[in-house]
């Protein structure tokens, strides 16, 4: 089995940063992507940003310029740097991750979701 625990979600005022953190576990002999997505309330989930194993990333138009993401591949873990934060930017944001694991079976897996409000 393969699991992401996130944290780092909570309440912070416009103009406020956050980091999120998203980490992999389980049985996992590679990650090829992770990212975060995040779903506000009456929309549907989009994808903010996401990593490939080998660096490269993108982000949606919304978040380009405030949000940075990075990985420790020795780690598993994903980290979402949100600055600037919008009270826009209020959703659950969700970790994901598509993974290979030792009994080479290539799985999508999601986090739990973490709530991020942005409000004065």
């Known amino acids: 089995q393969v699991q992401l625990v996130e944290s780092g979600g909570g309440l912070v005022q416009p103009g406020g940063s956050l980091r999120l953190s998203c980490a992999a576990s389980?049985?996992?002999?590679?990650?090829?992507?992770m990212g975060w997505y995040r779903q506000a309330p009456g929309k549907e989930r989009e994808l903010v940003s996401a990593?490939?194993?080998?660096?490269?990333?993108n982000f949606a138009d919304s978040v380009k310029g405030r949000f940075t993401i990075s990985r420790d591949n020795a780690k598993n873990t994903v980290y979402l740097q949100m600055n600037s934060l919008k009270p826009e930017d209020t959703a659950v944001y969700y970790c994901?991750?598509?993974?290979?694991?030792?009994?080479?079976?290539?799985?999508?897996?999601w986090g739990q979701g973490t709530l991020v409000t942005v409000s004065s």
């Open positions: 994901n991750a598509r993974i290979r694991t030792y009994e080479d079976r290539f799985l999508e897996v």
């Open positions: 389980g049985s996992i002999f590679s990650i090829n992507a």
């Open positions: 990593i490939i194993r080998g660096g490269s990333t």
